[in-house]
C-alpha cells in the first residue's frame, strides 16, 4: 500500500520535470528518460496494486470462511427453542449476509482507508513541496465544495428513497383498486379509488420536482464555487509565477496532485457507513457465537436401550405461550410394547415425543428411560 501511493505521488511529482524540460526547456536528453521513467512507475505500481488488493481479499474471504464456519457449527449446537425465536430464513441470511458484510468491512475498507490516506499524504506532500502557498488556498476552499456536495447528495439520498416510496404506494394503490374493481364498481366508489390514485400522483410528481431542484441547483452551485476557488488559485499562482517562486511545471503537478486525491477522498468519506454496517452485522454475528450452547451435562451413555419409558406428571410450557401445552402427563410404556399416543390436532402429541430427546425442557415432572431420568439436575 505504501508502494502504491508513493508510486501515485511519484507520478504527479514527475509532471513538473516534465512539462518544464519537455515543454519549456526543450531538453532533449529526457526526451527518453521520463516517458520511461513512467513506465517503471506504472510497474512498480500495478505490482503494488495486485499484491495489496490479493492479500487483503485473501484475508477478506478468509474471514468470512471462518465466520461461516463458526457461525454454522455453532446453529447446530443451539436449543431447540432457539429456533422457534428466529425463523430459519434470518439463520441463513445471517451466514449468508451478514458475513459478507463483516468482510467488506475488515478488507475493502481497511484497505480503502490505508491506501487513500497515504495516497492522501502523498499528494499533499506533492503540492505542498511545489507551493505551499496555493496548496494552503486549496485545502481552505476544498473543504467548502464537500461540504456542499454532501449536505445536496444527502438531501438528494433522502429525497429519492421519498420517491421510491411513492412509487410503491401509488403501484400498491393501482394495483387494489384495479383488482377489486368489481367490489369499486358495486359501492360506487371510483371516484374515491381515483381521487386517492390522483393524490399519490401528485405527491410523486411535487417529489421528482423537489429532486431535480436539488441536483440542478446543486451542480451549478458546485461549479459556482469551484469557478470560484479556480479564480483564486489563478490569482495566488500567478502572482507566485511572477515572483519567480512557481514554474509551469509545479502549477500542473500541483492541479493534477489535487485530482489525483479527489477520489481518494470520495472514498474515505464513503467509508464510514461500509464499516458501520459491518460493525452492526459482527455484532449480530457474535451474539450467535456468545449464546449458550444447548446444555449436555448428561453423564451415562445410552449404548442400547430396553426400551421402557416412563412419564411421571410431565408438564410443558412452551417460551413465550400462555398457557401449557401439556399437563400432568404420567404413562409407562413398557419394552416391547406399541403405545398410541391419540389426540386432536394441537393436542400435544409431537410435543409428548420432542420430550424424549430433550428437544425441550419439562416445565414440572420427570421422564424416564430404563428407569433412568434423562434430566440429571444438581
Ligand atoms: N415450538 C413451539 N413453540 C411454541 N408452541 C408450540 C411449539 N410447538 C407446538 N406448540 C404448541 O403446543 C401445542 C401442542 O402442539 P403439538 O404440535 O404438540 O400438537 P400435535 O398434537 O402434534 O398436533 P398435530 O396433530 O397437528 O401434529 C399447540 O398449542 C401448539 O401451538
Ligand atoms: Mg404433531
Known amino acids: 500500500m505504501i508502494l502504491d501511493a508513493a508510486s501515485a505521488g511519484a507520478f504527479t511529482a514527475m509532471m513538473k520535470p516534465i512539462i518544464n524540460e519537455t515543454f519549456i526547456a526543450h531538453n532533449a536528453s529526457f526526451g527518453l528518460y521520463l516517458p520511461l521513467a513512467i513506465v517503471g512507475l506504472f510497474i512498480v505500481r500495478g505490482l503494488a496494486t495486485f499484491l495489496s488488493d490479493y492479500g487483503m481479499a485473501r484475508a477478506g474471504r478468509s474471514v468470512v470462511r471462518d465466520l461461516r464456519q463458526a457461525v454454522m457449527t455453532k446453529f447446530l449446537l443451539l ?13 441463513v441470511s445471517r451466514l ?12 475493502e475498507s481497511i484497505k480503502n482507508v490505508i491506501t487513500d490516506s497515504l495516497i492522501i499524504i502523498a499528494q499533499l506532500a506533492v503540492m505542498f513541496y511545489n507551493s505551499w502557498r496555493v496548496s494552503v488556498v486549496l485545502v481552505v476552499v476544498a473543504p467548502v465544495i464537500a461540504l456542499i456536495s454532501f449536505y445536496v447528495s444527502q438531501r438528494y439520498r433522502r429525497l429519492n428513497r421519498k420517491i421510491q416510496e411513492g412509487v410503491g404506494q401509488l403501484a400498491h394503490s393501482a394495483e387494489e383498486a384495479l383488482s377489486a374493481q368489481q367490489e369499486v364498481k358495486i359501492y360506487g366508489a ?10 399519490l400522483a401528485d405527491k410523486n410528481l411535487s417529489l421528482s420536482m423537489k429532486v431535480e431542484a436539488t441536483r440542478a441547483s446543486a451542480s451549478s452551485v458546485v461549479q ?14 500567478g502572482r507566485e509565477a511572477i515572483a519567480g517562486r512557481m514554474s509551469a511545471g509545479a502549477f500542473v503537478a500541483l492541479m493534477l496532485a489535487m485530482m489525483a486525491m479527489l477520489p481518494s477522498l470520495k472514498r474515505i468519506t ?11 452485522a459482527a455484532e449480530r454475528l457474535f451474539s450467535v457465537l456468545d449464546e449458550p450452547s444447548e446444555a449436555d451435562t448428561g453423564t451415562q451413555p445410552l449404548v442400547r436401550a430396553r426400551g421402557e419409558i416412563e412419564f411421571r406428571d410431565v408438564g410443558l410450557r412452551y417460551e413465550r405461550q400462555n398457557s401449557e401445552s401439556l399437563t400432568g402427563i404420567s404413562f409407562r410404556a413398557a419394552p416391547g410394547t406399541v403405545t398410541a399416543i391419540v389426540g386432536r390436532s394441537g393436542s400435544g402429541k409431537s410435543t409428548l415425543i420432542r420430550l424424549l430427546p430433550r428437544f425441550y425442557e419439562p416445565s ?3 421422564v424416564l428411560i430404563d428407569g433412568v431420568p434423562i434430566r440429571i439436575t444438581g
Open 270 to 280: 464513503n467509508v464510514q457507513s461500509s464499516v458501520q454496517k459491518g460493525i452492526a
Open 79 to 91: 436449543p431447540s427453542a432457539r429456533f422457534d425465536r428466529e425463523p430459519v430464513a434470518m439463520l
Open 224 to 237: 459556482l464555487v469551484a469557478a470560484v476557488a479556480l479564480a483564486i488559485i489563478l490569482l495566488v499562482a
Open 364 to 366: 414440572t415432572g420427570t
Open 190 to 199: 371510483q371516484a374515491a379509488e381515483t381521487r386517492r390514485y390522483q393524490d
Open 96 to 107: 449468508n449476509y451478514d458475513t459478507e458484510q463483516v468482510s467488506q468491512a475488515t478488507s
